[in-house]
Each structure stands twice: as structure tokens, then as C-alpha cells.
């Protein structure tokens, strides 16, 4: 008991087809993208992605893997949108609950809090209503009384719907055995949320380092996920290349732009996927190293 | 404070960008794009010195230091979270770009055509529309054509005025739907129906060149302005300290 390490084959080992998958990370940041690798090669299919995407939306909708995606946005940051999602959606091979980026947010707190919703002036009078037709508003039961304020009283207001995951994955810079995680850079962003508003929760980190010694890395308040949130830690160097992962590394540049110019037709995405997805984690990293010193 | 000679086109909506957030206060500045991330500086260097301007990743900002500058000196943690306790507390005024701005001051960021099944797709929604009804909102469109400036927006993003009234009080209560600056002029909703009309032209522009761009019919009184010349201290911090290398221009040309 108190040791949570696994692996990635084994957190791959326990999705389903149909599930619900939280992943972490903002846009092309800190996105565990040796797990989404994983699930690429599994052929596990069916799957709702929930993400601030980025190039994890970008694969498994190119895989054909993703059949619905929630999410504010998809970018990769330094290339302001991607070519694979845009094929997906321009193509209707994915279907979309797309939501205000607070509204996200909120999702995965009313999830992890265990309430069936937050209400929110978020959504109101655009068309996020309209292109999501279950969504619902809700009046404010304060209209009079002690809690009234006259300016709001009665206010109809969204009522975001929690966002149940059935699994949350993140990519952390440290993690202990025992699962508590730890953010170096300067944004956690939602991850915390993601495991919070999961069934099963997993994190992958730079390094697992023995428990208690986290603070040696950084201060305690960094470790901003702790052991009640997690169910498995793996340790995976270089696990959210190529997105960025300060202050281990940045963002591959150059790679992201071979992923990039991959969504050009299907003879590059083949290539694409032959040499970095069609292999295991190991192999992937030697392809990455091998095309730095062709580069070089 | 003399109005300088030649000033360039993208000086002129950096200035007209600026202006956006005179009066505001201390208030979180969120310029999208180059010439808007420009002005929030300028403003902030002259006339608005209480705002506060985020390193663009997760941080606040002492003062405004020059577009791209490495030696920033950073004050607070600003991380995504905190970013929606300020959108929700009111204390920002945002510039958004806008893919898409129609007469009733509505902005798409996400699609080209039908929704469900798009021509183009963008980025996404993104948080304008809980941006737009909770704080100040201004827009910057660099490319003024009858293909941003259009009749009606593929889909509400950002929340225009008749928009947030028939989503009732809640809506309004923090909707200010303020300024449009694009590389033509600059636009706001001060009319009686509250549909976009011509504030300034920029120098240079005439006034049959906005009507063609633009896919609506603004409101045009009759003494329309001319969008003022920057000072010749305005020239000078936007050209030797603020943008040296002249990112500027490859927003707005001429």
C-alpha cells in the first residue's frame, strides 16, 4: 500500500472504448502526450475527449479516435490553430460540445465538488446555448430576503453542468510514489480539476521521486496535487514532448511543426504516424533524438 | 503636445488602441494581436498609468516594458484560474480580435458558416463570451473587409448589446461592449438603438473606403472626426522604446 506506481501501458490498459477522458495541460502546454501516444497505438475508439486542447485533440481526432470533443478551443500556441482538428470538424468527423473557456472551468469544479451544476453569467446571450441545446440557465432563488441584492435578484443565470470524467490524465514535473504531484512552471492550470472530476486518475511526471521529498524541488505549495487525487503516478522523461514543459523543457518548435504540416494529406499523416506513433514509447523518444541531430 | 508628421498607419491604431483604455483605472489590460498589446503599453506609459498588463503566460507585470522585451520584471502570479476571478470580478478591459463583428456588436471567433458543419474552423470561443458580459470589452480588427465587418456573425461569441438585453438583467448588468478599432477607423455603439457607428476615420482613410469594407450600413453622422495623430512623445515611445523592431507593421501596412 502507498505506492501508486504504474505505468503507461498499464493506465492505457484501463480505458474502455466509449469512456470519457479528461486530459491536462493548456493548449500545446504540459500535455501528457506519451499517454495520448499510448492510446493512439491501442485503436481504443469511441472516446469523448474533454481538454483546453491542443495537439492531444489534434491526434486522436486525426486517428479517428475521438468521436466527440469538449472543449473552448484548440491551438497549439506558437501555430494558432490545428490543421488536424480543423480537417476533423471542416470534414464532420467529430462531433463538438464547445463551451466559454470559464465554463470549462466551472464543469470540472462542479464535477469535482459533487454538485450537479455552478451558475455562471458566462454563455449568456451568445450562441453557446444555441449549439449546445441541453444546456440550461437557472433563476436565482435570492429575489428577496437577507440575500437579496436588487441588481441580481431573480437573475437568470447558465447553469453549467458538472463535466463527469471516467478517466483524468496529467503530466506533472514531479510526482511521488505515494501520488502527490508537484507544477515547476509557472501555471498548474486545470489539472488538479481534471483528477478531481474523475473516476480513475492518473498523472505522469518527469521523474517519481521518493515520498516526502518533494519539497526538496520546489516549494510545498507547488505540490498542488495531493495523494486523495490520484489512483496511479508514472514516471515518463520527456512525457508531454513536444509540448511545452517549463522548466524541463520547452516546447519542440520545430517537431510541432512536422505535426503540424503531417495533416497535409493522408501520405503524410502515414509517415507521420509510422515513425512516431506506430512505435513505443522508447522508440519514440530515439526518433525525436535522431531527428535533433539530423537537424544539427 | 503638437501632432507629429508622418506617422505610419499602425501608429495611428496604436494610438486609436490606447485610447480604448483612457479613464480605466487600475484594471487588468488584456490586449490580443501586436498593435493592440502596443496601445495597452502606450496608454499605460502616458495617460493610464494604474493598468496592469499579464507577461502573457501566467504572471503580472511591473509596468510596460517594451513587445518581447526578456528582462521583465514580474509582480504577482496571474495563473489561468486567477485569470477568471478577474474576468468575473470585473477588474479587466479586454481587446479581442475578431474573426467576424457585426452592427450589433457581436464577435465570432470559432467558424466560418454553419456551425455544425463549418467551412472553416478558428480557434474557438475561447472566453468571450463570458468575457463580454462581465467587464469592459473593446475589439481590434486589422483586416476591415466585408468579410469581418458583416451583416450578421456566424455565431455569438462575444455579446453584443441586443444580444445581452434579451438575455435579461444578468446579461446586461457588466455588458459594456465599448470600442472596434480596425486599420480603417474607429467604431462604438453610441446610438439610440445601439448598432455600430463611425467614431473617427484614420487619417488618410476616406470615408467611401470604410463603406465598401463594410457589409452593414453604419451609422455616419455628419461630422464625422478624423482619429487623432499620435504626440510626438507617442511617436517616440512607440518607435525607439516600445516596438524597435517594428512588429507593427506586419499588422497593419501603409
Not at chain 1, 514509447?281 to 525525436?288: I, L, M, T
Request: glycine fraction near 10%.
Amino acid at each position: 500500500m502507498g505506492d501508486k506506481r504504474t505505468t503507461v501501458e498499464e493506465i492505457v490498459g484501463e480505458l474502455r472504448p466509449g469512456m470519457t477522458v479528461g486530459i491536462g495541460g493548456w493548449g500545446s502546454r504540459r500535455k501528457p502526450m506519451a499517454v495520448v501516444r499510448a492510446i493512439c497505438r491501442s485503436g481504443l475508439d469511441d472516446l469523448t475527449v474533454v481538454a483546453y486542447g491542443g495537439p492531444d485533440v489534434g491526434l486522436l481526432c486525426a486517428t479517428g479516435q475521438a468521436k466527440k470533443v469538449v472543449c473552448s478551443f484548440v491551438t497549439l500556441d506558437s501555430v494558432a490553430l490545428d490543421p488536424h482538428w480543423r480537417a476533423a470538424r471542416q470534414q464532420g468527423r467529430v462531433e463538438v460540445m464547445e463551451i466559454d473557456e470559464g465554463m470549462f472551468f466551472l464543469g470540472l469544479q462542479a464535477a469535482a465538488w459533487r454538485v450537479p451544476f455552478l451558475p455562471t453569467r458566462a454563455g449568456l446571450g451568445s450562441d453557446v446555448l444555441a449549439v449546445n441545446p441541453d444546456l440550461r440557465t437557472v433563476r436565482s432563488p435570492y429575489a428577496e430576503g437577507p440575500f437579496a441584492e436588487a441588481a441580481d435578484a431573480g437573475a437568470e443565470l447558465v447553469a453549467m453542468p458538472a463535466l463527469r470524467l471516467d478517466v483524468a490524465i496529467v503530466h506533472a514535473n514531479r510526482a511521488d510514489q505515494a501520488g502527490n504531484a508537484q507544477f515547476l512552471g509557472p501555471d498548474p492550470y486545470f489539472d488538479d480539476l481534471f483528477l478531481g472530476a474523475a473516476a480513475r486518475r492518473f498523472v505522469t511526471a518527469e521523474a517519481v521521486v521518493a515520498r516526502g521529498t518533494l519539497s526538496d524541488h520546489g516549494p510545498l505549495s507547488s505540490v498542488s496535487v495531493h495523494r486523495l487525487l490520484t489512483d496511479g503516478v508514472a514516471e515518463v522523461p520527456r512525457g508531454a514532448h513536444f509540448t511545452a514543459c517549463p522548466p524541463d523543457y520547452g516546447r519542440d518548435e520545430a517537431f510541432q511543426q512536422e505535426y503540424a504540416a503531417a495533416a497535409a494529406d493522408g501520405d503524410a499523416w502515414a509517415a507521420f504516424r509510422r515513425r512516431y506513433i506506430d512505435v513505443d514509447e522508447a522508440g519514440y523518444q530515439r526518433a525525436v533524438a535522431e531527428r535533433q541531430g539530423a537537424a544539427r | 503636445m503638437s501632432p507629429a508628421d508622418g506617422a505610419t498607419r499602425a501608429e495611428v491604431c496604436v494610438v486609436a488602441c490606447a485610447e480604448a483604455w483612457r479613464g480605466d483605472g487600475e484594471v487588468m489590460a488584456s490586449p490580443f494581436g501586436t498593435v493592440p498589446a502596443l496601445g495597452a503599453r502606450l496608454a499605460l506609459r502616458t495617460f493610464a498609468p494604474e493598468l496592469v498588463l499579464t507577461d502573457g503566460e501566467a504572471a503580472l507585470l511591473s509596468g510596460a516594458p517594451p513587445l518581447g522585451a526578456d528582462d521583465v520584471v514580474r509582480e504577482a502570479a496571474m495563473p489561468y484560474r486567477t485569470v477568471f476571478s478577474v474576468v468575473w470580478s470585473g477588474r479587466r478591459h479586454i481587446m479581442m480580435m475578431a474573426s467576424q463583428i457585426d452592427r450589433l456588436g457581436n464577435q465570432n471567433l470559432s467558424v466560418v458558416g454553419d456551425w455544425h458543419h463549418p467551412k472553416v474552423q478558428l480557434i474557438g470561443m475561447r472566453g468571450a463570451p463570458g468575457n463580454s458580459v462581465n467587464h469592459p470589452t473593446s475589439y481590434w480588427v486589422p483586416d476591415h473587409s466585408t468579410r469581418t465587418f458583416v451583416e450578421a456573425v456566424d455565431l455569438v461569441c462575444g455579446v453584443g448589446h441586443r444580444r445581452a438585453a434579451f438575455a435579461g438583467p444578468a446579461a446586461t448588468r457588466f455588458h459594456d461592449v465599448r470600442v472596434v478599432v480596425s486599420n480603417l477607423g474607429v467604431f462604438d455603439f453610441a446610438t439610440p438603438e445601439r448598432v455600430m457607428r463611425l467614431r473617427s476615420v484614420h487619417p488618410g482613410v476616406e470615408l467611401d473606403e470604410v463603406v465598401a469594407a463594410t457589409a452593414f450600413e453604419l451609422v455616419i453622422e455628419s461630422d464625422v472626426q478624423e482619429t487623432r495623430q499620435p504626440s510626438a512623445e507617442e511617436l517616440q515611445l512607440i518607435r525607439d522604446v516600445l516596438d524597435p523592431k517594428g512588429l507593427r507593421d506586419r499588422e497593419v501596412r501603409g
